[in-house]
């Protein structure tokens, strides 16, 4: 497998990662609404939220994300031509200012920690009966 094929499986995973945090922004309340047992998983809301304050953090003090900085390495170039590549960066690279990227993702860092409290997951003592 060429350093272009892995480049690309790691943006297929960072793509995969902002699907998970994005979607879940809406699943999460419809999941209550309902009904929906797994949405209560916390493992899952636990990973949802260390994931969207792990980037609010990053966002925060400047930092390139670590996943965007192994694909550029593993590129040895910031643009790629192949298929996957040029939609999935598409898509996933914005040209904003920083303030923009900051200022959304500390709404849904809001966000999330509002789900938390009015959409609660399990406590751990629930998710070991329900396993």
């Known amino acids: 497998m060429t350093q272009i094929h892995l480049a690309d499986l790691v943006l297929i995973f960072h793509f995969g990662i902002v699907i998970f945090v994005t979607c879940l922004f809406l699943i999460i309340p419809l999941g209550y ?3 929906w047992k ?4 916390r ?13 609010t953090i990053e966002t925060t003090f ?13 590129r040895g ?3 790629s031509d192949s298929f996957i590549s040029i939609w999935l960066q598409n898509l ?11 200022i959304s993702y500390i709404a849904c860092l809001i966000w999330t920690i509002f789900m938390w409290y009015k ?3 399990n406590n ?5 009966i329900n396993s």
């Open 33 to 35: 609404k309902f009904k």
């Open 62 to 74: 400047g930092l390139t994300c670590p996943l965007t900085l192994i694909e550029f390495n593993l």
């Open 43 to 55: 493992k899952i809301r636990l990973t949802h939220f260390f994931l969207i304050f792990f980037v």
């Open 124 to 128: 751990k003592d629930k998710d070991k």
């Open 77 to 79: 170039v910031i643009f």
């Open 119 to 121: 959409f609660p997951p």
């Open 38 to 41: 797994w949405i209560k998983n």
């Open 92 to 102: 996933l690279y914005w040209n904003f200012p920083k303030e923009y990227f900051l």
